[in-house]
């Protein structure tokens, strides 16, 4: 098969993109996820522009064209209507053209932009793209701070397990089940006819997201409502981390374009968000842990998710050792680094989804942090366990972490993507 083992070159990491181009946006694999997802879409960016930057750029203007007035850039767009993907823009009932969800994901692109004009041959089209991107991202992240944080804390609530990109994982099963289903508009699921049952989400935390989904469309999407009324308001590890260095990263490309009139505003965005992380730390755990903002309790768990105060660039000396030795400890547990969960929780589940698998873009941001705090060691094994995990299996969406069976979607655009533009760079 294509995606298997010594079938695993560049080449063929290009022909996955190429494969799952649909004309300027690319799907994270055929089938399962038809669509343009947000933080997908910002890994395959970077996975294109090792061997076609046009295209790259294209990827990133493409998400664009589904920011809604308000700044939010959705998870995802629907620019072609595909009947095989549930829940579709009818179950969204949003107003935006193209069809959008209702809800972000982690965002990753002023991160993802910055790095793409360090590493660009064409200076002249980087630039002018970074140009036209720039205020795009300026209004998502202010849309972040405007709707998620209000009272100016620092830190971001999300209000779908989804927006965190892990969907499942178990750091939303206190919260989760506090949100009530006596309003749940009728669905279909798809997902269970491509990929196994016990790698994918139970039936009880469906029918919990998709009532979310059915109160936020009754609410008409209308952000006031949304804080006030939303009976999931949680402060996610993931998304304050990849926010608070795409803050970083958008100061950084302010200066690199010579644009002031943010300055300041993100300046501020930095300062509250550093202190504010303290919030999340957990001693115990030995990593960052999120907040439910409905009962002010934190939720003891490890995670990947919980490992990117490196990248984020949050933790000081004493809790960056402090994670070194947890990450190390799991590294003993498991064969391959970083699984979801935490391998000596009870909830580790090494085959189910966000439970528990090693996935390939939170190995890259995690690999990046580590190497940027100084932890060569530990990046290197994080960067090499992702690598012979893709050897040996193939472009899959995820790993059982001591097995290194694949899992989930085969053929899938961020594995890709993350062998061209970290692996194999
Ligand atoms: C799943 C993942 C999410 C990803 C999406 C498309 O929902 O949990 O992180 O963005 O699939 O690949």
Same mark, same amino acid.
């Given at each position: ?134 205020? *795009? /991202?300026? +209004? &998502?992240? @202010?849309?972040?701070? !405007?709707?998620? #944080? ?91 981390? *990849? /926010?608070? +260095? &795409?803050? @970083?990263?958008?100061? !950084?490309?302010? #200066? ?94 090494? +085959? ?74």
């Amino acid at each position: 098969m294509l995606d298997q083992g010594s079938s695993v070159t560049r080449e063929n990491a290009q022909r996955v993109l190429r494969d799952n181009d649909r004309g300027g946006y690319t799907v994270p694999t055929a089938r399962l996820y038809p669509y343009q997802w947000l933080w997908d879409s910002g890994f395959s960016a970077l996975g294109w522009q090792t061997f076609n930057e046009p295209r790259a750029w294209e990827e990133l203007r493409r998400l664009a064209t589904g920011q809604w007035p308000d700044g939010m850039i959705p998870h995802i767009i629907f620019h072609k209507v595909d009947p095989n993907y549930s829940p579709g823009p009818g179950a969204w009932g949003t107003s935006h053209q193209p069809p959008t969800s209702g809800i972000s994901q982690p965002p990753v692109l002023a991160t993802h932009l910055r790095w793409m004009l360090e590493c660009t041959c064409d200076q002249a089209l980087a630039e002018k793209t970074a140009r036209e991107l720039y205020p *795009v /991202l300026v +209004r &998502a992240h @202010r849309w972040w701070r !405007a709707a998620r #944080d209000p009272e100016r804390t620092g830190l971001v609530a999300i209000y779908h397990p989804w927006e965190s990109g892990m969907d499942n994982s178990a750091m939303w099963d206190t919260p989760m089940a506090n949100v009530p289903t006596d309003i749940l508009d009728p669905y279909e699921r798809r997902d269970t006819a491509y990929i196994a049952v016990d790698q994918r989400p139970q039936k009880s935390d469906y029918d919990r997201y998709m009532a979310l989904v059915t109160r936020f469309k009754r609410a008409g999407w209308d952000p006031e409502v949304l804080w006030a009324e939303t009976p999931f308001k949680v402060l996610d590890p993931t998304t304050n981390c *990849v /926010l608070h +260095r &795409a803050d @970083r990263d958008l100061l !950084a490309l302010s #200066d690199q374009l010579g644009i002031e009139n943010d300055r300041a505003e993100i300046e501020g965005w930095i300062a509250r968000g550093r202190t504010a992380f303290s919030r999340l730390w957990s001693e115990t755990q030995g990593c960052y842990v999120p907040l439910d903002m409905l009962t002010g309790e934190k939720i003891e768990i490890g995670t990947s998710g919980g490992m990117l105060g490196f990248y984020a660039g949050v933790a000081d000396d004493a809790q960056a050792k402090r994670m070194v030795q947890a990450l190390e400890e799991w590294g003993r547990a498991v064969r391959y680094l970083v699984p979801s969960t935490s391998p000596l929780d009870l909830r580790f589940e090494p +085959r189910r989804y966000w439970r528990g698998p090693v996935w390939p873009n939170v190995n890259w941001m995690i690999g990046v942090g580590l190497a940027e705090y100084g932890f060569s060691d530990l990046a290197r094994r994080v960067r090499e366990d992702l690598r012979s995990l893709i050897q040996s299996s193939g472009f899959y969406e995820y790993w059982e972490p001591t097995t290194s069976e694949g899992l989930g979607g085969a053929h899938f655009s961020w594995t890709a993507a993350t062998w061209l533009a970290w692996i194999d760079r």
